[in-house]
């Protein structure tokens, strides 16, 4: 990491013609893939990536530079590209004194097996075991896909406030893809494992489990019937992941897209947005999970922030800069791809708060409908809450009991109707992870919810006579 002078002298020159605010974001990340495809390794890569961003805020401009060249002459550079971007902003000059103060980060998620010292082989040994596995399942599985993925990135923050943040952060993931084909049947089978944790993720065969939930989801598929279409009131179990909640309002009550009204939940804060017993909250702390951190990439340590209160709307997840547009504080939401890309708000962990009601009690609840059991991809209108997602796998309610395996279902709505008409929240929560796209920047996401109920939604499938 570069010396903390040089980054206070960076921070000097480019507030020199004016400004508000400025900081730098170093970054240092090493990583590691591996990808296995028909029973065989076909690529393997790792590689290291280091550079810095310079932002520089001035009233309601931004304005961002970013190199990979950590020399000082770059540096300076940088810094004097953005004294003279202020200048023709008329930011007027400003001669500061940095007192850097170093952070003390407020928890920590072990680590207890570094990937770093793990050997290649053994690496390689991973992934085949999940192809086996996989590929044993059923002589229907066709293709598998097997990837392993670890880095490791290192960042520090620095401020014209006098902010040092530095944050090691740690990622192992894998995922297997299957597809099983009988006849012209085709389907797939997909389950990830991952998140803010080393390699002792795979200590309990999990790379094995996710390979036969991949090859069983995508073989049972094959005999599935036709999913039945209509108005009918679906549960959605806590296996299914989060998928719902980070799009159908997640994305809504990030602070950008809800100043420019470009979200349903614009303008909204104190008024009821969903059922009474719907709490919806974005939590960064959560050791081991994959949308965790100790300190956002604008070095506001990590937080836990309530969304949704009892149905109310309480907060919205801001970075620095739009905090300052409401006049609010950060909520530790400001997040970035690499060191190429400036900050903006983005979701963590973000989850329904587990409910009272026992998940049994709620299957028992509905006689006839639709149980979703793995949520597949879906497509979102921020600005009306209108959303179709993807049923990867659902079963029929029958009688209160789980019945048939169904397939092609897909869920219509709108968010803000559904999450209103929510009316039976599960005690349990499971979690689902993934990688969230915005503004041509992706960053490492979780989502959970427990089990629930929607009285009624429109499901996508085959319409009977």
């Known amino acids: 990491m570069i010396d903390n002078d040089l980054l ?14 400025a900081d730098v974001f170093v970054e240092s990340r090493f ?12 690529r393997v890569l790792s590689g290291t990536d280091s550079g810095i961003g310079v932002r520089l805020i001035i009233g309601n401009t931004t304005a961002f530079a970013f190199s990979n060249d950590l020399s000082r002459e770059a540096l300076l550079a940088i810094a004097e590209t953005l004294r003279t971007a202020a ?43 999940g192809n086996t596995v996989a590929r044993q399942y059923d002589p229907a599985v066709k293709q598998v896909t097997v ?15 006098g902010v040092i943040a530095e944050d090691d952060r740690i990622y192992t993931t894998a995922l297997v893809q299957v597809v099983a084909i009988d006849g012209a049947a085709i389907q797939t089978g997909y ?10 993720i795979f200590d309990d065969s999990r790379i094995e489990q996710a390979g036969l939930k991949s090859a069983r989801r995508a073989v049972s598929m094959l005999k599935a019937r036709r999913a039945p279409g209509g108005r009918m009131p ?22 950008d897209l809800a100043q420019q009204g470009l979200s349903v939940y614009s303008g909204k804060l104190g008024q009821q947005v969903a059922s009474s017993i719907v709490s919806v909250v974005d939590d960064a702390t959560l050791p081991t999970r994959r949308g965790s951190f100790v300190f956002d990439d604008e070095g506001t340590p990590a937080g836990r922030t309530v969304l949704v209160e009892n149905g109310i709307l309480r907060r919205y997840m801001y970075d620095r800069y739009t905090a300052s547009v409401d006049g609010m504080v950060s909520t530790g939401n400001g997040r970035r791809e690499s060191y190429e890309h400036k900050p903006i708000p ?27 059991t793995k949520m597949g991809g879906g497509q979102v209108n921020t600005i009306t809450g209108d959303f179709v997602f993807e049923v990867q796998e659902g079963f029929l309610l029958e009688n209160g009991t789980v019945g048939e395996l169904v397939r092609g279902a897909t869920l219509v709505g709108n968010g803000p109707e559904v999450l209103q008409s929510i009316d039976m929240v599960g005690s349990d929560l499971g979690f689902s992870i993934g990688t969230c796209g915005k503004d041509a920047q992706g960053v490492p996401v979780s989502d959970a919810m427990p089990t629930l109920r929607i009285p009624e939604i429109v499901v996508g499938g085959e319409i009977a006579g």
């Open 346 to 372: 983005r979701m963590t962990n973000t989850f329904i708060a587990p409910g009272n009601s026992d998940p049994q009690e709620i299957i028992r609840s509905v006689p006839k409908g639709l149980l979703v």
């Open 191 to 200: 389950e990830p494992v991952g998140g803010l944790i080393g390699y002792e």
């Open 234 to 255: 679906v549960i959605i179990s806590s296996e299914a992941g989060g998928t719902m909640i980070h799009e159908a309002i997640g994305h809504g009550l990030e602070a």
């Open 147 to 161: 990837v392993y993925r670890d880095a490791v990135q290192s960042v520090k923050v620095v401020t014209s406030d």
């Open 8 to 21: 206070a002298r960076v921070l000097r020159t480019t507030l020199a013609s004016g400004g508000d605010y």
């Open 31 to 42: 990583s590691t893939a591996i990808v296995l495809e028909d029973d065989k390794i076909e």
């Open 87 to 129: 200048r023709e902003m008329n930011g007027g000059s400003r001669d500061i004194s940095l007192n850097l103060k170093k952070l003390a980060p407020a928890w920590s998620s072990p680590i207890l097996r570094h990937p770093d010292t793990v050997g290649l082989a053994e690496k390689v040994a991973l992934v085949q075991r």
